[in-house]
């Protein structure tokens, strides 16, 4: 009896800790990550800033930024309509554009230069594609934990 008690805790303690384990996962995990392909040249740099949180903005926006490049090469409009912050309706027309816009360049070097925003949970980016010399400027912003893009008919601060 005694170990079957023993048994019984122990499984029942793999279950929780498994359980745990993927809700910590997604919890903490972007919704979006690079595709295996196609692959993208993009440089993520923060502008000149005696503001240390420019450079930390950088380094956080960077997955979000590769994979808006990434989905411009491929002609995903879906793909980038779905990186739209939560306060963001309709955003697949702007993505549409987007595309037919600086899809190809996309293929070439990309540098995005994260500008000083005016406050942490907005950040806006200059998007530079080197084959076209064409400039984007986007808005970025931070909603429960993760970094989207300022993409369609919204108010950015309505969820702040």
Do not use: C
Request: proline letters at 5%.
């Amino acid at each position: 009896m005694k170990k079957r008690v023993i048994l019984l805790g122990g499984a029942v303690l793999v279950v929780v800790v498994g359980i745990a384990a993927a809700v910590w996962w997604n919890w903490f995990r972007a919704p979006y990550a690079l595709a295996d392909s196609p692959t993208v040249d993009v440089t993520v740099r923060a502008e000149k800033s005696s503001y240390p949180d420019v450079q930390e903005t950088a380094e956080e926006v960077d997955t979000l930024v590769r994979v808006y490049v990434q989905r411009l090469k491929d002609g995903d409009a879906k793909g980038i309509a779905e990186l739209a912050g939560p306060d963001y309706k309709k955003p697949g027309p702007t993505a549409v554009t987007y595309v037919r816009k600086y899809g190809e360049a996309a293929g070439g070097h990309v540098d995005v230069t994260v500008l000083e925003g005016t406050v942490d949970y907005f950040s806006p980016i200059t998007v530079t594609y080197e084959e076209t010399g064409q400039r984007q400027e986007l808005l970025l912003v931070k909603d429960d934990g993760h970094w989207w893009l300022g993409l369609g008919d919204g108010d950015p601060a309505a969820g702040m």
